[in-house]
């Protein structure tokens, strides 16, 4: 008889009992597996099997059947451990907007006055089927005036997405273009943009700061036509939060 160590408590556990029968003895290995999760846990030793004349034979040496179950117990192991080690970060789950190049850099020096002309492009990659305009625009605003600090390409994507929620609600628009885009999960889309804007002064009347910035972010829009015959369009940005998507921007720096 082989003795056995007491039983802990672990992910895996392996034993070999015997069976008595009408004709003689005959062994039988048996695994049994914990629910997939637990994945820290080492499996357990190898356990030497009693045949039916008393002798010891190695694991290795055992029928198929035996080897099929030990490669049950090893895809269990791995799927448990696919699923506790990971989880898709927030800007891999909800549609998101990147600069891929552009004329200008964050926190670039503007001279007051001036007229700023952007160009560059952006990519929009969606997480679910969305339909809307991608935006590239030159705002101003007084309300947030240390947003440049989180406002920048690299940037922090959820903290930066609430920010923006917050320069669109209260800033002046200085100049943009847009497009009417479609997409579906795992489309990367292009937005080639290029237009002008002039540049505010440092300081609003009653002498607050004001940030300058270029955003590019998605909105839902709707064409009216103007006295002139012309047409515009209306955007309404998206809010990050209800329409899970992340915009992305830069600021200015605005000099004399």
Known sequence: MVAQSPRSKRCFRGRASETRESQGR???SRVEVAPAGCGGDRPPAEVPLRTQRGTVQSPHRQTSGVLQRAALVALALATGLTGCLWEPKIEDQWTRVDIESANV????????GSTLALNGRANVTYRRILTGVVVAELRASTAMPGAGAIIRPDGDR??????????????????RDT?????????????????????????DPSGAPIGLFLLCYLGSGTEVELPDGSDSLIVTPFNSSQYLVLPVGLAFTVTP
């Open 105 to 112: 850099v964050h926190l670039q020096p503007v001279s007051s």
């Open 158 to 175: 959820e903290p930066m997405a609430a920010a923006i929620d917050q320069v669109l609600a209260s800033s002046v628009s200085l100049g």
């Open 26 to 28: 005959r062994s039988e």
């Open 179 to 203: 497009q009417l885009v479609t997409g579906w999960d795992h489309l990367i889309q292009p937005f080639d943009f290029a237009f002008s804007g002039s540049v505010p002064p440092p300081l």
